[in-house]
C-alpha cells in the first residue's frame, strides 16, 4: 500500500478518532452493549435477536461516514500491491480470529481499553503481535514479496 504523505491530514485524523470514540461511547449508552463490529455483524447474520435496527444503522454509518466525507473534502490516492484474492483471504482470517478471540479489534481495542479491561489489553497486544509478525514474515522472509 502506498499513501501519499502529503495528504497526511493530522486534523481529520484527530477528528476521525474523536467520533469512533463518541459513536463507541454513544452505542453502549443506548444499548447497554459494545460497538464491536463482528460481534454486530455477526449478531445480524442470525436470525433472532433485538436491536436489529440500531445494530445496522451503527454499520451502515461506519460504511456512509467515509462516502460523505468524500463528497466533501479530498481523499487521499490509496494504491494497494496486494492482489485482491489476498486481501479477501486475510480478511476472512481475521473474522475466524475474532470468533476465536471472542471479540474483535474494535471491541478490544476501541471499547474495551478504555474501559480499563485486562482481558481486552491482552487480546489487543497479541492481535498486534500477529500483525507486526505477519508484515514482517510477508515483507522480508517470503520469497517474491
Request: glycine share 16%; charged share 10%; with cysteine.
Amino acid at each position: 500500500m502506498v499513501v501519499d504523505m502529503a495528504a497526511f491530514t493530522p486534523w481529520s485524523a484527530l477528528a476521525g478518532g474523536a467520533l469512533i470514540g463518541l459513536a463507541a461511547g454513544l452505542f453502549v449508552v443506548a444499548n447497554g452493549r459494545i460497538a464491536g463490529i463482528s460481534g454486530l455483524l455477526g449478531s445480524l447474520l442470525q436470525r433472532t435477536g433485538e436491536g436489529r435496527g440500531e445494530k445496522l444503522s451503527f454499520l451502515l454509518g461506519i460504511i456512509a461516514a467515509p462516502l460523505l466525507w468524500r463528497a466533501f473534502s479530498a481523499m487521499p490516492t490509496v494504491h494497494f500491491s496486494t492482489a485482491p484474492w489476498l486481501l479477501m483471504v486475510a480478511g476472512l482470517l481475521v473474522g475466524v480470529g475474532t470468533r476465536y478471540g471472542s471479540g474483535c479489534t474494535s471491541g478490544h481495542g476501541v471499547c474495551g481499553l478504555s474501559r480499563l479491561s485486562p482481558r481486552s489489553a491482552v487480546a489487543t497486544l497479541c492481535f498486534m503481535a500477529a500483525g507486526f509478525a505477519t508484515v514482517f514474515v510477508v515483507r522480508h522472509l517470503y520469497p517474491g514479496a
